[in-house]
């Protein structure tokens, strides 16, 4: 079994709407959470920490359900200049295991 | 939080030949790593490199194919070896914690 689950998707999804990104995990013991944003032939950035009382950064919001082993990344008001790649990292000691990504792409 | 910068930023070598991938933060970091990213796929770990010892490397992966070195905590180097053009990628150097990745080196092999 995978470390990390994340639907490749592509979304398709046109200005203004909200979307959201799931990811599992597998070990109950990770530790850390993280979203990355990564653009096309660039590398990943992180967009956010998870914790988990959940947090927003602006139209972001990210959420951890560490019964179910979840995270979860809510973009509202999507913008043209949301659209890349959203990557998915859980930390479980040393190791770092990241997502395969999710596509988004926002249409005017 | 760290800078990371890589040279060379791209190459296109011959097949047979070897490249030295350099990765240089402008802080102390702990730890280090270096992944291989392929077009529209996602990361692959490739090594983590221990400064003063021997890097560990992951399943598929071997010292004598990409030897590593991490002289110091600053600065390390992934050298592709005896290269094929399925070594073709971007080779990304990252350090953590969070992860936080250098700009990434795109090799081509013909």
């Known amino acids: 079994r995978k470390e990390v689950e994340q639907d490749p998707g592509p979304f398709n999804v046109p200005e203004g709407a909200t979307v959201a990104f799931n990811c599992t995990y597998s070990?109950?013991?990770?530790?850390?959470f993280f979203w990355y944003r990564q653009d096309c032939r660039k590398e990943p950035k992180l967009l956010m920490s998870?914790?988990?009382s959940g947090n927003e950064d602006g139209r972001f919001t990210a959420q951890l359900n560490r019964a179910s082993q979840y995270i979860s990344l809510l973009i509202r008001d999507s913008k043209l200049s949301d659209s890349a790649t959203y990557l998915c990292?859980?930390?479980?000691?040393?190791?770092?295991?990241f997502g395969t990504g999710t596509s988004l792409t926002v249409i005017p | 939080s760290a800078v990371i910068s890589q040279k060379p930023s791209r190459d296109i070598c011959q097949r047979g030949t070897s490249l030295t991938i350099q990765c240089q933060v402008d802080?102390?970091?702990?730890?280090m790593f270096w992944y291989r990213q392929q077009p529209g796929q996602s990361l692959t770990l490739i090594a983590t490199?221990?400064?003063?010892?021997?890097?560990?490397?992951e399943s598929g992966f071997v010292i004598d194919k990409f030897p590593i070195s991490r002289p110091n905590l600053t600065f390390s180097t992934l050298t592709v070896s005896n290269m094929s053009p399925e070594d073709s990628s971007i080779y990304l150097c990252?350090?953590?914690?969070?992860?936080?990745f250098g700009p990434g080196t795109r090799l081509l092999v013909l």
């Open positions: 070990n109950s013991a990770s530790q850390s």
């Open positions: 990252s350090v953590a914690p969070p992860p936080l």
């Open positions: 990292v859980v930390r479980t000691g040393n190791q770092f295991y």
């Open positions: 802080s102390q970091v702990t730890m």
């Open positions: 998870v914790y988990s």
């Open positions: 490199a221990n400064q003063g010892s021997e890097a560990t490397y």
